[in-house]
T-cell receptor, first 114, second 115 residues
Framework: AQKITQTQPGMFVQEKEAVTLDCTYD???????LFWYKQPSSGEMIFLIY??????QNATEGRYSLNFQKARKSANLVISASQLGDSAMYFC???????????FGTGTSLTVIP | DSGVTQTPKHLITATGQRVTLRCSPR?????VYWYQQSLDQGLQFLIQ???????AKGNILERFSAQQFPDLHSELNLSSLELGDSALYFC??????????????FGPGTRLTVL
């Protein structure tokens, strides 16, 4: 079974609008971490936001917030007030407390339309 | 700038050859991870080192090997290269191994082209 599932290969959003990128995960661990990374066309992988499984509050970092629904095993990324520079691939990732691997999803390509 | 450095940025070589990719982690980070990103395979975890010792192995081919040196920099060696090895190779580092938070910070990547 896939550890991380991103079902939206591509998304479009109007500039200044909000957009939600979906991510579901699969783990039997009680303790785990969830991450989102951005990969612009230049290729680098940029860390955006982190959510711990025991964190009661949804994580926020500037215009990024993580909609964490533990029972549904979902960790959707919300980008508010989209900007042209947000056009990129976005990857959801998970680290379990057992083992040392990061598991990455297949990514969602976001295009911001002016 | 993540603080992780990788050299070279680009590498073009021929099938059957051997190359070495180099990574320097962020200051203070003990864990180094290697990933391969190709168009058809996505982001694949290869291997992880923590303070000089191998900690986890992913989808790493036997033709590939890695090590982490006492100064914590790491090298990924790719040998008997095939066309399918053409990809973007990332190094990432984190403070600890196995810590839940353990955010990984990625280097800029090395783009390998095998002709």
């Amino acid at each position: 079974a896939q550890k991380i599932t991103q079902t939206q290969p591509g998304m479009f959003v109007q500039e200044k609008e909000a957009v939600t990128l979906d991510c579901t995960y699969d783990t039997s661990d009680q303790s785990y971490g969830l991450f989102w990374y951005k990969q612009p066309s230049s290729g680098e992988m940029i860390f955006l936001i982190y959510q711990g499984s025991y964190d009661e509050q949804n994580a926020t970092e500037g215009r990024y917030s993580l909609n964490f629904q533990k029972a549904r095993k979902s960790a959707n990324l919300v980008i508010s007030a989209s900007q042209l520079g947000d056009s990129a691939m976005y990857f959801c990732a998970m680290r379990e407390s057992t083992g040392n691997q990061f598991y990455f999803g297949t990514g969602t390509s976001l295009t911001v339309i002016p | 700038d993540s603080g992780v450095t990788q050299t070279p940025k680009h590498l073009i070589t021929a099938t059957g050859q051997r190359v070495t990719l180099r990574c320097s982690p962020r200051s203070g980070d003990l864990s180094v991870y290697w990933y391969q990103q190709s168009l058809d395979q996505g982001l694949q975890f290869l291997i992880q080192y923590y303070n000089g010792e191998e900690r986890a192995k992913g989808n790493i081919l036997e033709r590939f090997s890695a090590q982490q040196f006492p100064d914590l920099h790491s090298e990924l060696n790719l040998s008997s290269l095939e066309l399918g090895d053409s990809a973007l190779y990332f190094c990432a580092s984190s403070v600890a191994a196995g810590h839940q938070r353990g955010t990984q910070y990625f280097g800029p990547g090395t783009r390998l082209t095998v002709l």
